[in-house]
């Protein structure tokens, strides 16, 4: 399409920002229409001709006139803040301006600005607020540069931990899709969050929150902004990290080097411990639009949890492009424990009752193997029957029906022979449940994995607990041995 005349002044009278154009001695040539409502004038003819200071728009005058002479060197000025008497009231702008060649030589100048009186004011109000982001820094962002010229932080960041809100971070999200910038999305779940309220009360458990959104904002300062998308579930948006070997050193950052997830976050009376849940997938790589995204870290997500929460699941075509959610999500307990009931009754003896049900436990539990602790305190595998261990302190941490470690620890200080047992088979963490009944111990149950600080959830201690009754009615009416 040509440029002519009449497009150029239908596009300059439909902008919102006020815009002008000066000559060299900064006088006024022409306005648009927002730039007349803006002063409420009828026409510009009051003004053309005519300087700043002959309008006498500014208390103070000088530096408005060194700005725009500085322009009319050949230096273009970007969104300065400064303040101009309307209508008597003292209002506060911000403007851009840069210089109007005709070939090589200056002949001008061209600005804009818009009125952000309003906008500072919530800002201010907003300052004393938990706030991780200022206008500075969201200003970096172009998304943001302009949202901030008519809206304050208070409308844009989440009020309880100062990140972006979930409405603005998923419409910067759409923003970066729109131009085409590359950028990892991720959905960060809090594992045990539900854990600390219980335990705590919500107001550590807002604590919590806190903390681990701040660090989040830290470590992602300078190429990513962090949103809350809703209850303990955190968005990350970093602009750096785009291939996998990138993505995977960052996520191991967050769980490992940064305190950020795996660590203690102190309370009033002690410590709370955190971890989380990440899903994730990179634009356009794995997706090139918002809904396919997505789905793409909610899937991952997903996996995660299967796996045992604590972790991290990068996207990766040839690994997830078939996941499915309703896959993934674990069927109710009743369900589960009716299909270990059927599968188990099938065997005949012991072992081979434990043999067909581990497939089902596996996928449950995301485990290599099951070991039972026979009456001796002898550990022996359900899978490698070459696996046997003397642990005879076991009793000494098993005072009730149910024993679960995320981490070796308190294993470690207290029963030394089943601690050296797990970590010959590089187990890390480990869910223990006591076979018999309230007078006759048979024996006991161990599942583990070789990941640290696996969060064992209700559902999986429930799981054990039950297939542990059903081993000990078993031996009470058919006389078995366990292995």
């Not at 990440?278 to 997505?294: K, Q, S, V």
Request: hydrophobic residues 35%; aromatic residues 10%; contains cysteine.
């Amino acid at each position: 399409m040509k440029m002519t005349v009449e497009l150029f002044d239908s596009i300059i009278n439909t902008s919102q920002d006020c815009v002008f154009w000066k000559d060299i001695d900064r006088r006024f040539l022409g306005v648009n229409q927002a730039f007349l409502d803006f002063y409420g004038f009828e026409s510009a003819n009051i003004l053309i001709g005519k300087t700043d200071e002959d309008m006498g728009w500014h208390t103070d005058p000088e530096p408005y006139r060194q700005d725009e002479l500085n322009v009319l060197s050949g230096h273009s000025t970007y969104k300065v803040p400064g303040k101009c008497i309307i209508r008597g009231e003292e209002r506060d702008i911000i403007a851009s301006k840069r210089p109007l060649y005709d070939g090589d030589r200056i002949v001008g100048l061209v600005g804009s600005f818009v009125d952000v009186t309003d906008v500072l004011k919530r800002q201010t109000k907003y300052e004393g607020l938990h706030n991780l982001y200022t206008v500075e820094t969201l200003r970096k962002y172009p998304f943001f540069d302009k949202l901030l010229d008519e809206t304050g932080l208070d409308e844009i960041l989440d009020p309880l931990t100062g990140v972006l809100s979930r409405g603005y971070a998923l419409s910067f999200v759409h923003s970066l899709i729109s131009s085409g910038t590359p950028f990892t999305f991720a959905i960060l779940d809090l594992d045990n969050f539900k854990f600390i309220n219980d335990s705590h009360g919500h107001s550590v458990g807002d604590l919590t929150l806190k903390a681990v959104t701040a660090s989040l904002a830290s470590f992602t300062d300078g190429y990513g902004l962090i949103g809350r998308f809703g209850g303990d579930e955190i968005l990350i948006i970093n602009l750096k990290d785009l291939d996998y070997q990138d993505k995977q050193k960052y996520f191991t950052s967050l769980y490992s080097d940064h305190n950020i997830l795996r660590h203690n976050i102190p309370i009033e009376d002690g410590f709370v411990y955190i971890t989380g849940t990440i899903g994730c997938a990179t634009f356009p790589n794995d997706a090139d639009n918002y809904n396919d995204l997505f789905a793409l870290i909610d899937k991952t997500l997903y996996l995660g949890k299967s796996k045992g929460r604590n972790c991290y699941v990068i996207y990766v075509e040839d690994k997830h492009k078939e996941l499915e959610i309703k896959k993934l999500v674990k069927h109710n307990i009743y369900t589960d424990m009716y299909n270990m009931k059927k599968i188990f009754n099938k065997g005949a003896s012991l072992r081979e009752r434990l043999s067909l049900i581990f497939p089902f436990l596996s996928d449950s539990l995301q485990i290599t193997d099951l070991y039972v602790i026979d009456n001796d305190n002898n550990l022996k595998a359900v899978l490698d029957e070459s696996v046997c261990s003397e642990v005879e302190d076991i009793s000494v941490i098993l005072n009730k029906d149910i024993f679960c470690e995320s981490s070796l620890e308190s294993v470690k200080s207290n029963t030394p022979l089943l601690y050296n047992a797990l970590s010959n088979l590089n187990i890390s963490s480990c869910l223990i449940v006591r076979i018999g009944n309230d007078v006759i111990t048979n024996g006991y149950l161990l599942c583990g994995v070789h990941r640290d600080m696996r969060i064992w959830q209700e559902n999986e201690c429930a799981l054990l607990f039950f297939l542990s009754d059903l081993i000990s009615s078993t031996l009470q009416s058919h006389f078995l041995q366990l292995l």
